[in-house]
Every structure is written in structure tokens, then in C-alpha cells.
């Protein structure tokens, strides 16, 4: 290869690494504007829901026990120091497992729980942790409505005594408002649950997390018909949830849906898009 040769391929080798460099850097600009972003832990059949909006964070449920070490790793790399809120939906321990951890380890604000309570070692340690911290936690009945900066969040609790699966129907539901894009999370809430929340409901939102980890629920259809989904995520793992009776019915209603059994789930919002990562 004679020098002109040499020298000719040497700048395209260059032009071509600086066109990918900048496609690179410009591919990544793209959603800098997306600052509302719901990160949803690689917890297994459980759930543990990272919110932020402009530099502000809340937390829905927290995942067992066993995920209180990533969640506090994951706080530290991305230099996270405090919660505005922490809502524990029900007391499963897969899902206020880690809440004890999360409160010793940073600042909590504020904390929203579910009316119901169910006793165990995790409920035992979470309200250790409370009491601590000097935190009083504010039982949920009915819709309460918080904000974020400018998301409008509101949370439901019942006071309904229910006759079957009393923790899990008794789950916090969870609404936010980004602007023109809407966000529901339905923790374990169950056939009655899902029924109580829809008899007061008519809104219709883009994005919703699947109740009780994608196992089937015979109110399921009503609730996909009723909110109109587009997007959704189901917290399962290769063992448990996503039951393939749920996954038909997400098909049914063209919903593009994502597991976490195969991995963790990024959601992204500017107010009027939504991009889903992982």
C-alpha cells in the first residue's frame, strides 16, 4: 500500500469515528428532556419502583429483604440522599421487605402506607425504623393527592373490609400525571380491589404496572378495557407471575408489555412521549 493509500485511510478511519461519535452523543440528547423516568428494580416476583422528576425521587414499595443491598448501592452510584415519599401499598414482605433498610440508610420525608396491616418480622422492622427516624407514617383511605414538582400524583387506599386475599385487596393504587401522559400502578390489588378502584375511575392511562405480578385475575380484562393502556410492565419472576392467561389478554389489547424477570425496566417521559428502555 503505497503512502497516499496510507493517508487516505486514515482519514476515513477518522471521519468515520467522529460520525459515530457524535451519533452516539446525539442518540443519548435525545431523551435529556425526558425527565420524569420510573426505574423498576430486577426484584423477581415483587415490586420496588424508583420515581424521579427533575431531581426529585419517591419510591413505591421496596422489594423483599434480600434486594436492600442494590437498592442502597443503586442509591449511592447515582448519588441519591433522599425520598419525598415512600408509599409501602400493602405489607407483603415482597414489597416492604426493604423498606427498613431504604428508611435507615437515607433521608424519608414522608411515608404513605396501606390501612391494612399485616404482622411479620419486615412490618416489625419497618416500623422500627419509623420510630427511629421520628416518622410518622399517614394511613391512606380514599384518595390522597401529593405532588412532585409538577406531577400530580394521587394515591387511593380503601377502607374496605374484604372477604378474601385482605392484604393484597387492600393495596395502595397509585396514580400520576405527567402533563398529557398518565401513569397507574396497581400493586397486588385484587378481583374486589379492582373492582372498587373501577367503579370510581374513568380516566384512561398510557402506561400501567400490571396488579399482582401478572398472575391472572379474572377482573383483569375489565381493567385493561376500562384504562386503555398502551404500555406496561409486569414484576415477575421465571417462576412465579405472568401468567400466560395475562400475557393473552395484554396481546388482546395490543399492550406492548414488559417483565422483570428480564430485567430491570426503564420508563422515560417528557409529558407527551414515552420511551421504555431495557
Known sequence: MN???????????????????????????????????IYFFEAGKADAILISDNGKYMMIDT??????????????????????????????????????????????????????????????NYLSALEDKGITATKVIGNYEISLNDLKIVVNGTDTLFDKNESNNSSLIVSITKNNNKFLFMADAQNQRIKEFLSNNSEHYDFVKIPYHGNYLKRLDDLLESINSKYAVLTCSNNEGCESKTIDLLNKYNIKYYLTKNGSVNVLSDGNNIVIKQ
Open 63 to 124: 422489594g423483599e429483604e434480600s434486594l436492600s443491598n442494590e437498592i442502597i448501592s443503586y442509591f449511592k452510584v447515582n448519588k441519591i440522599t433522599e425520598l419525598e415519599y415512600l408509599i409501602i401499598t400493602h405489607f407483603e414482605k415482597d414489597h416492604v421487605g426493604s423498606a427498613a433498610s431504604i428508611i435507615n440508610n437515607i433521608n424519608v420525608k414522608n411515608v404513605l402506607e396501606s390501612n391494612y396491616i399485616k404482622e411479620s418480622i419486615y412490618y416489625n
Open 3 to 37: 503512502k497516499t493509500n496510507i493517508v487516505f485511510l486514515i482519514l476515513f478511519l477518522i471521519i468515520f469515528t467522529i460520525i459515530i461519535v457524535l451519533f452516539s452523543n446525539k442518540k443519548e440528547e435525545k431523551y435529556d428532556n425526558y425527565d420524569f423516568r
